[in-house]
């Protein structure tokens, strides 16, 4: 493996879209997708055995920067539920920027970081 580019996150994503597609396949009985599968997994042997390792980094940070934000809402949801008992998670009206406020405080002014709106919430 020296002088390949190895593995990355794009390429497990890759390779259980892969198995994904297999299992779906499976299950419903579309043939078809067990050849599509078959393109993830060379994909994925291919960027992990080529040289061109800056086009296989620029291929994982075009992936990082799809996956973004989905990451970040999944990030939010996390939090909503780790610290449902003690916060109130709410969006600013202008910007839409994600805030929180300890609960059972009543009615609040809330200014957001983001853009500096004042707002009155109930918490
Ligand atoms: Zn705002």
């Not at 419903?28 to 291919?46: C, D, M, Q, R, T």
Request: charged share 20%; proline share 4%.
């Amino acid at each position: 493996m020296y002088g390949r580019y190895g593995n990355d996150l794009l390429n497990a994503v890759l390779v259980i879209c892969g198995m994904a597609l297999v299992l779906i396949g499976q299950i419903f009985g579309f043939i078809i997708l067990l050849p599509v599968s078959y393109v993830f997994y060379i994909f994925a042997i291919f960027r992990m055995l080529s040289k061109n390792i800056p086009a296989r980094q620029k291929e994982l940070f075009a992936f990082l920067k799809l996956i973004a934000p989905v990451k970040s809402r999944l990030k939010i949801q996390k939090d909503i539920w780790q610290h449902r008992n003690t916060h109130k998670y709410f969006r600013c009206p202008e910007c839409k920027q994600w805030l929180r406020a300890p609960k059972g405080r009543g009615k609040i002014q809330v200014k957001c970081q983001k853009c500096g709106n004042d707002f009155i919430k109930k918490v």
